[in-house]
Nanobody, 131 residues
């Protein structure tokens, strides 16, 4: 298994940008075979899918409300996945989690959005957007 650590969260004003990073350690030789996802959870709300990327990095999936503003990417050589967040709004305020799944191949949005498909999670990083 791999261990995931998120970083890059913080406090920003509405309209600003943040770049979140998720670094993998441990059995990093298997990282390139993992599909990756970003989820977020605001107080009193369910944890929701934000973005996903396949093992090859050529297929991405996004929550409708972040499409066009957020970009997920990965660098398998550096064992890292990132989430670039632009045009942030107060509705984006949440704890953001990085997650990984060893499922060999996922191709449907519903596969990436299902929390039960992921078996490795980071501790989360707080993103707060002020109005």
């Amino acid at each position: 298994q791999v261990q995931l650590v998120e970083s890059g969260g913080g406090l920003v004003q509405a309209g600003g940008s943040l770049r979140l990073s998720c670094a993998a350690s441990g059995r990093t030789s298997t990282f390139r075979s993992y599909a990756m996802g970003w989820f977020r959870q605001a107080p009193g709300q369910e944890r929701e899918f934000v973005a996903g990327i396949n093992w090859r990095g050529d297929s991405t999936y996004y929550l409708d409300s972040v499409k066009g503003r957020f970009t997920i990417s990965r660098d398998n050589a550096k064992n890292m996945v990132s989430l670039q967040m632009n045009s942030l709004t107060p509705y984006d305020t949440a704890v953001y989690y990085c997650a990984a799944t060893p499922i060999p191949y996922m191709r449907l949005f519903s596969d990436y959005a299902d929390r039960k498909n992921y078996d490795q999670w980071g501790q989360g990083t707080q993103v707060t957007v002020s109005s």
